[in-house]
Nanobody, 121 residues
Framework: QVQLVESGGGSVGAGDSLRLSCTASGLTDEKYMSWFRQPPGKEREFVARSNLSGGSTFYAVAVRGRFTVSKEAAKNTGYLQMNSLKPEDTAVYYC???????????????WGQGTQVTISS
């Protein structure tokens, strides 16, 4: 059974940086790790994706140029580096793994517990 454990959320000011981590166990042949976020009162939205076996990445327009995904295979851990944070980045952030390069949350079977990111102006 896949387990994803997230860490690294917190409260910072606009312009600051945070790095989220997502450590996976029980993976079989999942190909992609994605990050989503759910702002208060809104639906969950795609943020970024990385190919677990390669170097390809993909970002939502809202975070392109500010956020970077990476991975450390030896630790089974993916990272979301978030720079130049804005108040509108405030959300609960989730990692997920799956087999399809999709931005649709419902197509991911395994999720982390979520971590709160709060950006003050």
């Amino acid at each position: 059974q896949v387990q994803l454990v997230e860490s690294g959320g917190g409260s910072v000011g606009a312009g600051d940086s945070l790095r989220l981590s997502c450590t996976a166990s029980g993976l079989t042949d999942e190909k992609y790790m994605s990050w989503f976020r759910q702002p208060p009162g809104k639906e969950r939205e795609f943020v970024a994706r990385s190919n677990l076996s390669g170097g390809s990445t993909f970002y939502a327009v809202a975070v392109r140029g500010r956020f970077t995904v990476s991975k450390e295979a030896a630790k089974n851990t993916g990272y979301l580096q978030m720079n130049s944070l804005k108040p509108e980045d405030t959300a609960v952030y989730y990692c997920a793994v799956g087999w399809s390069p999709t931005t649709t949350p419902g197509l991911y079977a395994s999720w982390g517990q979520g971590t709160q990111v709060t950006i003050s102006s």
